[in-house]
């Protein structure tokens, strides 16, 4: 199931939203003409794991390196932020993207512009500590929004669980557009994080995906939208145009 667009309107337009669209994409545009991957294998506690390593570009200095992390934390601690505009291709920048298009709008409508901000960056560094602390030796970089935009979808489950969702879903050799709330599209997501960690094996990256750094950013975001009095879901009810 892939989400395209939610019908929730906002009261202000999600200018914060908009500009870690833009930043993330101007980084990966640059980074993407200043280096490039090449293939590798990365030896793991759970055998040899085909992988890519960046040559050059912004990705090969500011990547977020669990091992590094975990040996000089207070070296290695601005990875936690810089990774976070770092993407490994097309598809990793323009999915994380398009999730905190259509779910970062409301988020932050209801949180404020600041509030958003702290918000955001709050879950991405859980989830690059919750990667961390799963994988402490891992030399794989990790970088990518996902941990931020995991929060926002926690956040927007509980703000927003029965919106509308607008998807795309594949049946058999055809797609067909529904509609269906968000808690379905969001819950369905966040099932396939849980059950891809593999939570009685190791915390390695598993395919190239962090799925630990996801977890731990949903669960961040929902803790905090709980904390902030804002997960009652009252703006959450579905709103067609």
Same mark, same amino acid.
């Given at each position: 199931?892939?989400?395209?667009?939610?019908?929730?309107?906002?009261?202000?337009?999600?200018?914060?939203?908009?500009?870690? *669209?833009?930043?993330? *994409?101007?980084?990966?545009?640059?980074?993407?003409?200043?280096?490039?991957?090449?293939?590798?294998?990365?030896?793991?506690?759970?055998?040899?794991?085909?992988?890519?390593?960046?040559?050059?570009?912004?990705?090969?200095?500011?990547?977020?390196?669990?091992?590094?992390?975990?040996?000089?934390?207070?070296?290695?601690?601005?990875?936690?932020?810089?990774?976070?505009?770092?993407?490994?291709?097309?598809?990793?920048?323009?999915?994380?993207?398009?999730?905190?298009?259509?779910?970062?709008?409301?988020?932050?409508?209801?949180?404020?512009?600041?509030?958003?901000?702290?918000?955001?960056?709050?879950?991405?560094?859980?989830?690059?500590?919750?990667?961390?602390?799963?994988?402490?030796?891992?030399?794989?970089?990790?970088? !990518?929004?996902?941990?931020?935009?995991?929060?926002?979808?926690?956040?927007?489950?509980?703000?927003?669980?029965?919106?509308?969702?607008?998807?795309?879903?594949?049946?058999?050799?055809?797609?067909?557009? *529904?509609?269906?709330?968000?808690?379905?599209?969001?819950?369905?997501?966040?099932?396939?994080?849980?059950?891809?960690?593999?939570?009685?094996?190791?915390?390695?990256?598993?395919?190239?995906?962090?799925?630990?750094?996801?977890?731990?950013?949903?669960?961040?975001?929902?803790?905090?939208?709980?904390?902030? !009095?804002?997960?009652?879901?009252?703006?959450?009810?579905?709103?067609?145009?």
């Amino acid at each position: 199931m892939i989400p395209l667009k939610d019908y929730n309107p906002t009261r202000c337009f999600p200018v914060v939203s908009v500009v870690f *669209i833009a930043l993330n *994409i101007l980084v990966f545009l640059v980074d993407r003409f200043t280096g490039h991957y090449e293939p590798m294998i990365v030896e793991t506690a759970r055998g040899l794991v085909r992988t890519h390593q960046f040559v050059g570009g912004l990705s090969a200095g500011y990547a977020l390196v669990p091992a590094t992390f975990a040996s000089v934390p207070f070296l290695a601690w601005p990875t936690v932020f810089t990774s976070m505009f770092l993407h490994g291709n097309w598809l990793h920048i323009g999915s994380n993207m398009l999730y905190l298009w259509i779910f970062g709008n409301n988020v932050e409508d209801v949180l404020g512009r600041f509030r958003f901000v702290l918000f955001y960056f709050a879950c991405g560094a859980v989830a690059a500590l919750a990667q961390v602390v799963s994988a402490p030796g891992s030399n794989i970089p990790m970088v !990518g929004a996902s941990g931020a935009v995991a929060g926002v979808m926690g956040a927007y489950l509980l703000l927003f669980p029965k919106a509308r969702i607008l998807t795309l879903v594949p049946i058999i050799f055809f797609f067909t557009f *529904i509609e269906v709330p968000a808690f379905i599209i969001i819950g369905y997501w966040a099932l396939i994080q849980f059950l891809n960690a593999n939570w009685l094996g190791g915390g390695e990256l598993r395919g190239g995906v962090a799925y630990f750094a996801h977890i731990g950013g949903f669960v961040a975001g929902v803790v905090l939208i709980l904390l902030s !009095g804002k997960g009652r879901g009252e703006g959450g009810f579905s709103r067609l145009p």
